[in-house]
């Protein structure tokens, strides 16, 4: 099969000049993105290393959130749980912010107003078990672990885009770019050296002629 090469080049000095100078431009940038590759793919596995870590300290705090609160049950009764959990009020303050992760834009959650106290949960201490407050302040614990959570699941979903995008522009230029640029050089090279023996016999004969 032929080598595949530029399309629409004129076999010329000033063409060869310009192609060697594109095969320097895209050496280079083969590297760069190389490295950048390399780079993403390590700060991926960080950081799937911290969302495999925080997905385990959720499923451990709601684990036992959720014992607390059967205990809860256990103590005060449905209807006594289900009362207090009605005069909680909502107030969750959420702020999502993005910043820069090798160039890559991922979200930054902020919260506030998530840990609260038990008088701010809004239900009696007096007719409340200790296990609801443990409950409560597990599941605001978790809330707050979901939501980093999240943050990073994200992050290391464009991630994974971002480095999928650097590979195909890697091979791309490793495997057609490159290669074809330095084939259209060497047809160019050799297109020359032809036209210049080309020009040398001709100015031979010429002179042979002129001398006879």
Excluded: W
Aim: hydrophobic content about 45%.
């Amino acid at each position: 099969m032929a080598e595949e090469m530029v399309e629409g080049v004129n076999p010329t000095r000033m063409e060869l000049l310009k192609l060697k100078d594109r095969v320097n431009l895209a050496v280079k940038g083969h590297k760069l993105l190389k490295e950048k590759r390399d780079a993403l793919i390590m700060e991926f596995f960080s950081i799937l290393d911290r969302a495999k870590g925080v997905r385990e300290n959720v499923e451990k705090k709601l684990g036992k959130s959720f014992e607390d609160l059967i205990a809860a049950q256990a103590i005060m009764g449905d209807f006594a749980v289900g009362k207090a959990a009605m005069s909680v009020q909502e107030s969750l303050d959420i702020e999502v912010d993005t910043r820069s992760v090798m160039g890559v834009t991922v979200p930054v959650i902020e919260y506030k107003n998530i840990k609260k106290s038990m008088i701010q949960r809004g239900y009696g201490l007096v007719d409340t078990s200790a296990k609801l407050d443990e409950a409560s302040c597990g599941f605001e614990e978790a809330i707050a672990l979901i939501l980093e959570l999240s943050e990073v699941e994200m992050t290391v979903k464009l991630l994974a885009g971002e480095i999928e995008s650097t590979k195909r522009r890697v091979n791309a230029l490793e495997h057609i770019m490159i290669p074809r640029l330095q084939n259209t050089v060497k047809y160019i090279e050799m297109r020359l050296e032809e036209m210049e023996r080309e020009n040398f016999v001709r100015l031979k004969i010429i002179k042979q002629a002129m001398e006879e």
